[in-house]
C-alpha cells in the first residue's frame, strides 16, 4: 500500500471511502457486467462478480498493496486466462477465440478486486511507471505517461462491454444498452466547464450517427464475406469445390512447388497385412467432373445426399465392405480443405470422424461441416481404382468441345483404334503419353490454339491437369465415357514420423474410365512427376518438416484433450485453480485497514517495510511545510517536474539523484547496494541542512 501517501500528502480518510451515493467507476463496471452476463448468455457467473464488487459498500476493510501484491494478481488473472484457453479449445474446437473473448471478463477479475479493495493503487502504479523513466529525465515522457494512465476500473469497463460484443447477436438492445453505460462513463469525465444541455446533444447526435454506420457496416460486412469466403476459399489452401474447378492450365506451377504438408497418412494394418500390403503409393479422391468447357471441369447438376451415420459415434457409411479391405488413418485440418474429404476409390466406412452431418454426390465427392483438425480412420477395398457409388454414364460424359475436337480426332487418327476393345483403346491412349514430357514451365507458341489442342499438337508437355484433361477428351472421342477426377497422390513415407506426409505439390489431377461396367482411373501422367517436383523445392524443406511435425504432435496433443468430456477436463482444472489460488493468497503480503478508524501511528510504525523508511521522505516533509506539498494525486516525478523552479538551482541535480535513489530502495530494495542504501542517508541530510540555510522565508504553518 502508498502508506507514504496517507502520512505525507495529508490525504483524508474519507477521500478512500466508496461513494455512498451516485455512480462511480466500480457501479459502472458493475452495470458493464450486467449487460456482459445478459448478452452472452453468462449472467450465472457476472451475478456473483457484481455481488463481490458491491459489496465494497458495506465491507469497510481495505488492504494495504504492495508492487508485488499487484504482480501476483497480475499472474493469477493470467493463470485463469491460460486455464480458459484450455478448456475453450477441448470444448468450442475452431471457435475457441470467440469464447475466450467472451470469457476475459473473468480473466482479469483478480486485478480489479485489487483496484476495488487496495488502499493507494493507483498511485502506486504510477509512481512504478515514472520511476521507470526517471533515469531519461526525460519531462514530456514522463507527463505522458502518467496523463495516460487509466484506472483498473475503466480498463475493466471496456473490456466488460467489448466481451459483450463479441456475442452473436443481432438484437439493437446491445447497442442502447451498451450507449447509455458510455454515457454515463462520459458524463463523469465531461469537462466541467461544459452546458449538460449542449452535451447531451452532442452525445445524442454521435450515438446516432454512430447506430446508422453500425447498420451499414453490418451489412457491408455481410457482402465482403460473402465475397471473400468464395475468392479466399479457392486460394493457396488447396480448396476444392465439389461442383466445379478451374483446370489453372499454365499457371498451375506456382502452386505445385509448395512444400507444406497437406495431411498425413499412416497405414492401419496388422504386422502380417503390413508386410503384404502394397497400398502406398495411394491415389485419395476428393472430387470428380463430367463437362469441360473453358479449360474449366464442372459436375453436371451435382447433388448432394446425406450419408447414413454407423452405430458408434463418428462412424460414416458409405458403402458395402470388400473383401480384403484395407484402412488407413487420415490426419487432417479439414477447414484447410474446405470440408471436402480426401479419400481412397472405394472406400467404405469413415470412422471417428466427429462431425454433425456428411454428404455425398454421385459423383464420389464427399463432403463435410468443417471441424478443424481430425484423425480418422478410412476402410476401403483392394480395388482401388473402382468406386460402386459413382452413378452411371451420361450424355456429358462423352461430349467433347468444339474448339478441342480436330485436336482430338487428329490424334486418335494416328492411334488407329478401328476395331479394339474399350480396354485396349483405354490402354493404347495411355501408351500413347509415354513419349510426353512433365512440365510445369508452360510455353504457349500459338495463342490462337486451346490449351489442350496445343498440348497435343505442338508443345507435348505438361503438368497433370494437361495429361488427365486430354485423356478423357481422347475418351471420349473414343466413345468411351470419361470423367476428370482430382485429389492427391499419397507416395512420401517421413521416417520422422512413422508415416506418409501429402504434401500441397502433391495434388494431383488423372481421368476416369468407364469400362467394364464401372469407373476406373486412368492415370497418363509420366510417373517421375513426383521426382521432378521434389528437385524444384527448396533445400531447407527438412528444417520446416521438423517443425511442421513439431506443430502436428502438439495439435495431435491437443485433440487427446479435446475427447474428454467437460466433467474430466473440469476435474483436471478445478483443483490447479485453487491450487493457484492458494499460491496467490500465501504470496499476498497486504496488511488490512478498517477505512473508519485507521491508526495513523500505527501506519508510521510499519514504514520500515518495502523501502517506506527512505530518508527521501523527509526531504518531502521539509518542502510540504514551506508551501511545495505534493498533491494526492500527483506521483513524485510530477512533484520534482512542478516545484523544480522552487528549488535553488545549486540543489536540483542532488534532489533528482536522491529521488533516483529512493525509487530503486521504495520499489526494489535489493538493487541497492549498502554504501548507495549510506548515501541516500548521508545526503539526504544534508540536502536538508543545505535547502534550509538556502531558503530565507519562514516556515509555513497550516
Known amino acids: 500500500m502508498r502508506s507514504d501517501n496517507l502520512k505525507l500528502n495529508n490525504l483524508k480518510l474519507d477521500d478512500l471511502q466508496p461513494n455512498a451515493v451516485g455512480i462511480d467507476s466500480a457501479s459502472l463496471c458493475s452495470f458493464a457486467l450486467a449487460l456482459w452476463g445478459w448478452q452472452t448468455g453468462l449472467l450465472w457467473v457476472a451475478v456473483p462478480i457484481i455481488c463481490i464488487l458491491e459489496a465494497r459498500r458495506v465491507i469497510k476493510q481495505r488492504w494495504q ?64 511507471l515514472s520511476s521507470r523513466d526517471l533515469p531519461h529525465q526525460d519531462r514530456y515522457k514522463s507527463n505522458r505517461t502518467e496523463q495516460s494512465l487509466v484506472t483498473s476500473h475503466s480498463l475493466y469497463f471496456g473490456l466488460c462491454l467489448l466481451a459483450a460484443s463479441a456475442a452473436d447477436s443481432d438484437r439493437f438492445f446491445f447497442y442502447g444498452a451498451a450507449t ?92 502380417e497385412e503390413t508386410a503384404q500390403a502394397t497400398v502406398f503409393p495411394l491415389l485419395l479422391q476428393q472430387a470428380s467432373y463430367n463437362q469441360y468447357q473453358l479449360s474449366a471441369w464442372s459436375a ?101 468441345p468444339n474448339v478441342d475436337k480436330a485436336a482430338i480426332e487428329a490424334t486418335l487418327e494416328k492411334l488407329a483404334l478401328a476395331g479394339k476393345s474399350d480396354r485396349q483403346i483405354a490402354n493404347q491412349i495411355a501408351a500413347y503419353f509415354q513419349d510426353f514430357q512433365y512440365s510445369l514451365d508452360l510455353l504457349r507458341p500459338d495463342p490462337n490454339t486451346t490449351p489442350i489442342s496445343d498440348f497435343l499438337l505442338n508443345t507435348r508437355a505438361g503438368h497433370c491437369e494437361y495429361f488427365a484433361s486430354a485423356t478423357a477428351l481422347l475418351l471420349r472421342g473414343a466413345g468411351i465415357p470419361a470423367r476428370y477426377a482430382v485429389g492427391y497422390l499419397a507416395h512420401e513415407f517421413s521416417p520422422l514420423e512413422g508415416q506418409y506426409i501429402v504434401r500441397s505439390r502433391d495434388a494431383h489431377a488423372w481421368a476416369l474410365a468407364y469400362l467394364d461396367g464401372s469407373w476406373q482411373v486412368l492415370d497418363t501422367t509420366p510417373p517421375d512427376w513426383t521426382a521432378q517436383e521434389k528437385e524444384m523445392t527448396s533445400t531447407f524443406r527438412r528444417g520446416l518438416d521438423f517443425f511442421s511435425f513439431l506443430e502436428f504432435q502438439f495439435s495431435y496433443q491437443i485433440r487427446q484433450l479435446g475427447e474428454l468430456g467437460l466433467r474430466e477436463i473440469l476435474l483436471i482444472v478445478i483443483p490447479l485453480f485453487c491450487y493457484l489460488l492458494w499460491r496467490s493468497t500465501q504470496a499476498f503480503k497486504g496488511q488490512r485497514q478498517t477505512l473508519s478508524g485507521l491508526d495513523r501511528s ?18 518531502e516533509k521539509v518542502l510540504n ?50 554504501a548507495e542504501r549510506q548515501k541516500l542517508q548521508a545526503q539526504s541530510q544534508q540536502w536538508i541542512r543545505a535547502y534550509l540555510s538556502a531558503v530565507s522565508e519562514p516556515l509555513h504553518k497550516p
Request: net charge neutral; aromatic share 8%.
Open 180 to 271: 447509455a453505460l458510455v454515457a454515463l462513463f462520459l458524463w463523469t469525465h465531461r469537462p466541467k466547464r461544459s452546458a449538460p444541455i449542449l452535451w447531451l446533444l452532442l452525445f445524442c447526435l454521435s450515438a446516432g450517427l454512430g447506430f446508422a454506420g453500425h447498420i451499414q457496416l453490418a451489412q457491408l460486412q455481410r457482402q465482403l464475406e460473402a465475397q471473400m469466403i468464395a475468392m479466399i476459399g479457392n486460394m493457396a489452401s488447396g480448396a476444392v469445390n465439389p461442383n466445379g474447378n478451374a483446370t489453372q492450365m499454365g499457371s498451375v506451377g506456382r502452386l505445385k512447388l509448395s512444400s507444406a504438408i497437406a495431411f498425413r497418412a499412416a497405414p492401419n494394418f496388422s504386422e
Open 625 to 674: 511545510d514551506r508551501t511545495l506539498a505534493r498533491l494526492p494525486s500527483e506521483s513524485l516525478l510530477q512533484w520534482r517536474d512542478r516545484i523544480q523552479p522552487s528549488i535553488p538551482y545549486f540543489q536540483r541535480a542532488s534532489f533528482t539523484e536522491l529521488l533516483a535513489l529512493h525509487y530503486r530502495y521504495r520499489f526494489d530494495p535489493t538493487l541497492l547496494s549498502p
Open 65 to 128: 498493496i504492495s508492487l508485488s501484491d499487484l504482480k501476483e494478481a497480475a499472474k493469477l488473472s493470467v493463470a485463469i486466462l491460460a486455464m480458459l484457453l484450455i478448456v475453450l479449445i477441448t470444448t468450442e474446437k475452431s471457435l475457441f477465440i470467440y469464447s475466450l473473448f467472451q470469457w476475459s471478463p473473468v480473466a482479469a477479475l483478480p486485478f480489479v478486486l485489487a483496484q476495488t479493495y487496495g488502499l493507494g493503487v493507483q498511485t502506486l502504479l504510477a509512481d512504478w
Open 300 to 400: 453436371v447438376n451435382s447433388v448432394f445426399d446425406a450419408v447414413p451415420p454407423g452405430e458408434a459415434d463418428g462412424e460414416w457409411i458409405l458403402g458395402e465392405p470388400g473383401e480384403r479391405s484395407r484402412s488407413i488413418i487420415i490426419s487432417s485440418n479439414l477447414e484447410r480443405g474446405d470440408g471436402v474429404l480426401s479419400l481412397p476409390r472405394g472406400t467404405s466406412t469413415i470412422r471417428r470422424l466427429p462431425v454433425e452431418e456428411m454428404q455425398r454426390n454421385q459423383y464420389g465427392a464427399v463432403q463435410v461441416n468443417a471441424t478443424g483438425n481430425a484423425d480418422y480412420e478410412i476402410q476401403f477395398g483392394l480395388r482401388q481404382g473402382v468406386n460402386l457409388q459413382e452413378t452411371r454414364p451420361t450424355a456429358a460424359d462423352l461430349q467433347v
Open 602 to 619: 500505527r501506519i508510521e510504525s510499519s514504514f520500515v517495510q518495502n523501502g517506506l523508511d527512505s530518508e527521501f521522505y523527509q526531504i
